[in-house]
Structures are given as C-alpha cells and as structure tokens.
C-alpha cells in the first residue's frame, strides 16, 4: 500500500528527499511532464493546456527533529522541526540522517525522580537521542549537526478499518493526491506535493506563484479530537464521519462558492463529509490564496487522532472518502461548475 | 542459543508480572539443553538445575534469580466510545508512554495506540505538567460494541517494542529488565559448560518481582540453597543522574555491597573478577535492594546473598538501553564464581 510505505518514509521538513523520490519513482509513468523547483516542490503535468487550470496540493514534509548538539557523552542535543508536544517525545526510537541511523530517546527511571519531578512535563531540553555511543568523537562519526530525525513507525492496520502510524499529517494526503494523478480529468491537473508546510507554509507559496492556477485544491490532515475526556464541541472532527471542509482557520477563510461547490458535490455523489470545527491553525492554502492577486483555493482534510505523534490514527474510509470527494470536486470544476472569475 | 538473539525473543515477549507463561516458554526452550532438570513451581518460577560434578552426597546448592516479569498496563474501565482507561502493573512514569503503540491482550491481539486529549484542548498552563496515568487512554479504533465485546476489565497491555540494534554492542528494548539477567543466566549456564564446578547450581526464572519481589521468595523456599545471587539492572549514567547512583555502561557488571549482601559473597566476586582479570563496578546500596536479592536474603532461617547488576540506562521505560559486553561479563564473572565455590565456601558463610 503506497500509504503505508509513504508513512513509514522519513522526511521532516526541509528533509523531504526521501517522501519525493518515492513520489517520483511511483508517479512519473503517470503525468506528462515532472519538475521540481529551488525550493524542493515536486510537480507532476497531465492535460497540459487544458482549462481550467488547477493545482491539486499536498504536503510531503513532517514534524520531525534537528540534531543541534553534542553532549561530550555522545548523547545528542536536538531541536523540534515543526510543531511537536514535548510531551510525546520520552521513550521513542528515531532514525537521523540520511543513512537513518537508529537512536532512542530515552528519559530517567521513575524510581530516580523526586516527586515534584513527576508532575512535570519532560522537556526538550531534558532530552536526548541514545545512538548507543560511549563519546562524542563517536557521535560525530555517525550524526551531523543538521541531521534531521524522525520517529521510526510501522504502518499497520488496527481496528475498524483504521490504520496506525506516523507522519499521516500529511502523507495520507499525498497517497490521495497520488491517486487521482492516476486518473483522468478534463482540466490542466497540476498534482503538487510540497515542502516545508510544518514550518510555516513556505514551499506551497512558490509553487503557486509558479502555476498561478485557476483554483487550488488543498488535500490536508487534521485533527480529530473525538476521545474520551473532550467535548464534542471540542472534537474538530470526528474519525470515521468523512472529509472535513474547511471554512476558517488561522490563515485562510473558505469563499462561500468552494463551501458550495464542495457540499453539493459531496451531497450529489453520497459522500460523508464534516466542517472542521476548529478556526485555528493552517494549511498550504492559507499562502496560496493569497498569492499573486489571490488564488480561489478549497481545502479538505482527512481527519487524524493523535496528530504530530509517533502513534497516530486514520480510518480508510474517511481516506477513500477523501479520495471520492477530490475526484467528484475535480470533475464538478472540469464541468464549469465554478465561476472562476472575481466575486460577483 | 547466541546471547543476543536470544535476548530479543525474551525482549519482545509479552511477560507481565503474574503472567509470565508465555515468557516462560521462551525462556524453558532455550535454556533446557543446557541443564539437568527442570521444573515449575507452583507460582510459575522455572527452575533449571544444572548439576555440579562432585560426587559428594553434599554438594553446594547455588541459586541464580533473575526476573522474567516485566512492567506493563491492565485494563480498569470500557469509557463511552470504546475507550480503555488503564493502570500500571509495576512503576510506570505515565509521562513515558504517551504516543506509544501498544498490544492489546483481548480476546485476540488488538494493536492500539495511548492517546491523550489533544494539546489544543489543554489550557496552556497545563501543557507544562506531566500526563498523569488517569489523563491518559487506550484507543483500538474500534466502535463501544466491538470493544466490550473483545475487551473487557483486567485485559493487559504492552508497549509495542522491538529490540533495536544502536551502534557498537549497545541494544535497547522494553522489558531488558529484566530479561537482560535471564540472559545473563543463560551466558551462565553456557559457560558453565567449559568449567568444572562442584556445585549444583539452580537457575531460575522468576515470577513477580516487579510488584513486591514475590517469586523469588517462593523459589528460594523450595530449592534451599546456600546462597543466592540475583542478577538484575543497575542504572546506568545518564545527564541529570547523579554520578554516584549510577554505573557507566560497558565497563562490567554492577558487584553490590551493602547490607543485602553477604560480605563474603561479595568479596569472593571480586576476588574473581580479579583473578580473571574480569571488568567491574562496585556498588554501595545502604537498605534492602529493589531486587529478588531482597527476599532471598530473609527466606527460611536467612540465606548468604549477593547480587551482579548490569549497567542500564532508561529504566522501566520502552528503550531500556545496555551493552551486550556487559551482559557477556556478567555471565562469564557469574560461571567463574560458581566454579569458584566450594563445600568450605559455604559452610564459611554462616560463621561471621
């Protein structure tokens, strides 16, 4: 399963070589032309000189760690790419660097705490990456300082069709937009999968600039709060009830013809979808709407328990529903069902 | 059995304490072609004995413990939505498992993930205090039917480990403690094979130390031996341990002093890892240890009792972390201690 094989790859932001190449191996057969830019983005052409003209994106990067020091131990010092909980990070195994060097992060024994200690978060700055090394002449051997570090995961399928793993934020959205590259449309389909999303949307910008499409269509990942101990107003989404659409987060409010477009398209076609009830954080689309004059752009999310974890969870149908609705929201556009001039 | 594969199978076996029969499978297949006899007692101990070569009617009776039990979490309530709230077989620090994937012992295996309310939710005070263990649940992403269906109360769990290979000789799993001494047992035995030693010499598995150091106490009881030795970890040196509670990896097993330890044992250890030019660190415990040694010493009328640790870092968290040399020391000083013991030995200890 190329998800799977997507979510196991490593590549945090700014490391994205690995998740691309793996793209580029599975892709090429299927598109006209493949670029990449300065920057990392990997673009993928099929209908060249078709219109209308639309960007299809997804973010390749992931939250992940930087190697920033040595301890003369040969413990590492690291820092965080992207957004993490510090609170995730004790008694995990990690792969750094290109040649995935294994390491663990471990933290001291409970029976050496001091009760107050307890009740505190471990912070990054009481952690470090094991590589198993007795000094830092060692360390050096093995890690450079700006080694990238990710977790090391197993995708595996669990419950009611669901599937446990890392980095689904946002390779579950590649694997979507993998999908429908694979397909026909009637349009100029730009598949992008872009870089650097978790550090502030900076690789989308570019590719839009680049493109500059008639709309963008933005497949993401987002949170689904629905455990125990939440309420369901505090939910953002629910695993299993579908796509969710964005109308507003921190960077980006939804023109009220995509909220159309996607709800009829969704209610047309039969397939379960959700607003995402959350107003804050972003996606790509926060920058490319506001690229060039503005470019109309949707987003759709499959919803993630435990996002930015080592362990995270999505449900199969809410991805395979993702993939009905980017279709269905393709065709609709292919169809004119979108007026892709100014506000009326 | 080559040491570190053998290592990894007990690693990755589930073993929790009370539950030890799957372990204790692995452990009985390895070791069996190594011993004599072997037996299980009424509390799930496995006891190996592997005979001394003196004709004697009155050989040395020697006792090796080393715990199969390991830390691990029991389920305590189904929530709405299929939730697993859980608690702590053993001392966890809940704030290490958070994001962990675990195996679920159900009705059938359940992969599962420990999942936490989503920091978005926490006001932000709160995001600088650790996850306690009632904060925390585990999800099988399956529907409340299913779960009460394939779950129910007093269900375990296990963290999701493999044995990882980290640079030089160093490894790191869940459950090394300790399994990295039934490992050692096993190097033992091994080495045993190439030494003449007049005493009987009992290994055992044991069950239960983990939540008081009970099985030890029972194994004890049934063997009688003259002396004990429990092999177990240490601490190994990490940044904010000081550098007295803790041994440096790599530089041999932990020999402790103190008074859980017969003085006499401990020495004669030492005068064999000098004798064997054998790398070791001594370890001063001024109480009762939290090892098997705790309840051999006080079992029947008093038993002479030493204990050999290996230097591991990270304890009771998933990537407990050691270096096989080590691991390999501490069962070559162990056999050349046993060969080492004689009747005069023993009937020594109870003069003091």
């Not at chain 1, 032309?33 to 973010?59: Q, S």
């Not at chain 2, 098997?292 to 290996?310: E, H, K, M, N, Y």
Request: overall charge negative; charged content about 25%.
């Amino acid at each position: 399963m190329l998800l799977k094989r997507l979510s196991e790859a490593s590549g945090a932001s700014g490391d994205e070589g690995e998740v691309r190449s793996l793209l580029k191996e599975e892709l090429a057969l299927h598109a006209e032309e493949v670029t990449t830019d300065a920057l990392g983005n990997l673009y993928f052409k099929k209908g060249i000189g078709r219109k209308p003209r639309v960007m299809v994106v997804a973010h390749m990067d992931e939250v992940g760690l930087m190697v920033v020091g040595y301890e003369k131990s040969g413990l590492l010092r690291v820092a965080k790419v992207g957004s993490i909980d510090d609170r995730v990070l004790a008694s995990k195994v990690v792969a750094i660097g290109k040649d995935r060097v294994p390491g663990v992060i471990g933290a001291k024994a409970v029976h050496l705490q001091k009760p107050d200690e307890r009740t505190k978060a471990i912070k990054i700055d009481n952690l470090y990456i094991d590589l198993g090394v007795r000094s830092q002449e060692e360390a050096e051997k093995l890690v450079k300082i700006g080694d990238y570090g990710t977790f090391t995961v197993t995708a595996r399928e669990a419950g009611d069709n669901c599937l446990i793993g890392k980095a689904f934020d946002n390779r579950a959205g590649c694997a979507v937009l993998a999908e429908l590259l694979k397909e026909e449309f009637a349009l100029e389909l730009n598949a992008v999968f872009t870089v650097q999303e978790e550090v502030g949307l900076r690789g989308a910008g570019v590719a839009a600039y680049r493109l500059h499409p008639d709309l963008a269509l933005v497949i993401e990942t987002t949170a689904a709060a629905d455990v125990v101990g939440s309420k369901e107003s505090a939910y953002v989404t629910k695993l299993g009830d579908g796509p969710a659409l964005t109308l507003m987060d921190s960077t980006y409010i939804a023109p009220q013809q995509i909220v159309d477009l996607v709800v009829e398209t969704a209610e047309k076609l039969n397939i379960p979808y959700q607003f995402r009830r959350l107003t804050t954080a972003g996606t790509d689309a926060g920058i490319i709407s506001q690229t060039h004059a503005g470019i109309l752009s949707a987003v759709i999310s499959i919803p993630c328990r435990y996002i930015h974890s080592p362990a995270s969870i999505i449900n199969l149908d809410d991805w395979q529903n993702t993939l009905r609705l980017a279709r269905g929201i393709l065709n609709a556009v292919a169809e004119g069902g979108l007026r892709l001039e100014g506000i009326a | 059995m080559e040491i570190k594969r053998f290592l990894k199978d007990i690693c990755e076996a589930p073993g929790v304490s009370g539950y030890e029969e799957y372990v204790a499978k692995v452990v009985r297949a390895a070791f069996c072609s190594h011993v004599d006899e072997v037996r299980q007692d009424r509390m799930g101990n496995v006891v190996f004995l592997k005979k001394g070569s003196s004709s004697a009617e009155r050989r040395p009776r020697i006792l090796l413990a080393a715990h199969m039990d390991e830390i691990g979490l029991m389920v305590t309530k189904i929530e709405e939505g299929g939730f697993l709230r859980f608690s702590a077989v053993g001392g966890i620090d809940p704030r290490t498992i958070v994001g962990q994937e675990v195996i679920l012992y159900g009705r059938e295996k359940l992969p599962g993930v420990i999942g936490v309310k989503p920091p978005h939710l926490v006001p932000a005070e709160e995001l600088g205090k650790g996850h306690k263990m009632e904060d925390l649940h585990i999800d099988i992403a399956l529907t409340e039917e299913r779960v009460r269906k394939l779950v129910s109360v007093g269900d375990l769990a296990l963290i999701r480990r493999e044995l990882i290979q980290l640079a030089g000789n160093t490894v790191a799993a869940k459950a090394m403690d300790d399994r990295a001494g039934v490992a050692v047992l096993l190097s033992c035995l091994q080495e045993l094979e190439r030494l003449r030693h007049e005493a009987d010499v009992y290994a055992v598995a044991t069950v239960q130390e983990e939540v008081g150091v009970r099985g030890a106490a029972m194994a004890t009881y049934g063997i009688v031996p003259d002396l004990g030795i429990a092999v177990d970890v240490t601490h190994g040196e990490m940044p904010g341990v000081l550098e007295h509670e803790a041994c440096k990896l790599g530089k041999g097993p932990g020999i402790t002093v103190g008074p859980n330890i017969h003085t006499k044992i401990s020495e004669e250890i030492i005068r064999v890892a000098k004798e064997y030019r054998l790398p070791y660190q001594l370890e001063a415990f001024p109480g009762p240890t939290g090892t098997d040694a705790r309840a051999i010493q006080v079992t029947r009328g008093g038993i002479p009792t030493g204990l050999l640790s290996i230097p591991l870092r990270y304890m009771h968290t998933s990537v407990e972390l050691l270096d096989m040399d080590d691991l390999k020391l501490s069962g070559r000083l162990l056999a050349y201690f046993i060969a080492s013991v004689d009747l005069e030995f023993v009937e020594g200890l109870s003069c003091c």
